[in-house]
């Protein structure tokens, strides 16, 4: 019977392992695919400032008129939200990971 229990209770923790490392594996993947995101969101956050710092000069010279501005101005604001908003996520899923490898400390058992 212990030999019964020793059996089922190593299974039990080999399937536990193993269910620890798929999901591991699965935030790795997230977490890859959310960092190329950030690059892309990034330059393009970037290049949504640039534009609206031309546009902003066009409009003190008279070449341009304020709802052009407006909407350039909204398109970058757009842009760093999305930026921002994939820094969490990728924040998230380092501690979901952190949490899954055991890494993280309770601050109140300190």
Not at 36 to 55: G, I, P, S, T
Not at 80 to 99: G, H, K, Q, S
Request: charged share 30%.
């Amino acid at each position: 019977a212990i030999e019964a229990q020793e059996a089922a209770a190593s299974a039990r923790v080999g399937q536990t392992q193993e269910d620890t490392n798929r999901q591991l594996r699965a935030l790795e993947a997230q977490l890859d695919a959310l960092r190329r995101q950030e690059a892309e969101k990034a330059a393009l956050a970037a290049a949504a400032a640039q534009n609206y710092d031309l546009f902003a000069a066009q409009l003190r010279e008279g070449q341009r008129a304020v709802p052009e501005v407006v909407g350039v101005f909204e398109t970058r604001i757009r842009a760093e939200r999305e930026a921002v908003t994939v820094r969490y996520d990728i924040a998230r899923i380092e501690l979901r990971i952190a949490a899954l490898l055991g890494v993280l400390v309770q601050g109140d058992r300190i």
